[in-house]
């Protein structure tokens, strides 16, 4: 296994248009969180799921961002009617539980025009 | 006040010296303590976690950890150009129900050849 993997690693997208990443975890770990961050920020919190289920959703979190791991496996960011706001790196990790190494993938840069 | 704090930088350090890194954390319960460098334009790279007071050393990385002052430190030792990049200090409470990486904003290093 080698790390964490997120699709794709750029995208451009018209404001208004949907768009979703994917994200493969380390292939033991349970643990599968998603971060945001913009430039000159440290990665924001969005989500993240033990397995299957979603144990915790951030409240900047709009209602225009879903998140799923249905298998408990990958998982997918969606982000409904981009704004230019959301313009950022969307990050990917993974860890085996709670409180212990986080490992991140590559990112995915999102720009909206 | 910040959960996770940080001096934003830029720090230089010339080539050898010891490149110094503190962050200090709101959350007294907290349990777990992340180091990553991001180079521009890069996710986060774990190099160092720590979970009890005192030192850890590896290799060139040392971080240390206070929990009755909150703090949590890197030094860097004998400085390379390569060491030039964003160092994020990361938190985790542990505890359940609030399990999430919490991130500074980064001090963003230069090392002077």
Redesign the interface.
Known sequence: DTGVSQDPRHKITKRGQNVTFRCDPISEHN?L?W?RQTL??????LT?FQNEAQ??KSRLLSDRFSAERPKGSFSTLEIQRTEQGDSA?Y?C?SSMT??????????TRLTVV | QKEVEQNSGPLSVPEGAIASLNCTYSDRGSQSFFWYRQYSGKSPELIMSIYSNGDKEDGRFTAQLNKASQYVSLLIRDSQPSDSATYLCAVNPSNFGNEKLTFGTGTRLTIIP
């Not at chain 1, 000159?40 to 919190?45: D, N």
């Not at chain 1, 709670?98 to 590559?106: K, P, S």
């Open positions: 643990r969180y971060y000159g920020q440290g990665p924001e919190f993240y144990l915790e790196m990050l990790a709670g409180g212990t190494e986080a490992f991140f993938g590559q990112g």
